[in-house]
């Protein structure tokens, strides 16, 4: 089993940042396998933060590859659309603060004031009597 140097690993970092992936890095000779780096990457605090500014790097190049594809006049609008869309996602996924969908919440308090319009028992009762209309016998109302 090789040894893997810390110039080695920063090397597996800068290729990220120019667009591989790691899948397709440690799929080459001489590169350890996507665990070792993710272990070495776990245990060591410089390259945990050139691992994490690889992939900053990498999704703003996502971002900047929007804008070629865009201007591509070879692709055909379908062909954009897919690209562009990819990107974007990778983009929001590897740097949501930066690149995902942006939800603004706003808390606010609401005072309502309620005005009756209509006041059945006041319309009841406009005639001046001081009692409600009895139902006749039969017809829904008490009986006596």
Not at 39 to 45: C, K, L, M, P
Not at 71 to 81: A, F, G, N
Not at 83 to 97: E, G, M, T, V
Not at 136 to 144: C, I, K, Q, R, V
Request: glycine share 6%.
């Amino acid at each position: 089993m090789r040894i893997v140097s810390d110039e080695d690993l920063m090397k597996i970092c800068d290729r990220i940042a120019g667009g591989e992936s790691l899948r397709s890095i440690c799929c080459g000779k001489g590169v350890p396998d996507k665990a070792t780096f993710l272990r070495r990457v776990a245990a060591d605090a410089n390259l945990r933060a050139a691992y994490v500014t690889s992939l900053r790097t990498r999704a703003e190049g996502y971002a900047e590859e929007i804008i070629s594809i865009a201007d591509d006049p070879d692709l055909s609008v379908d062909e954009k659309r897919v690209r562009i869309d990819s990107r974007k996602w990778l983009a929001s996924k590897l740097q949501p603060k930066t690149y995902g969908e942006r939800f603004h919440l706003e808390r606010e308090t609401v005072q309502v004031k309620a005005y009756v319009l209509f006041d059945p028992a006041k319309e009841l009762f406009a005639d001046g009597r001081a009692e409600p209309l009895a139902l006749p016998p039969g017809e829904g109302g008490l009986s006596a």
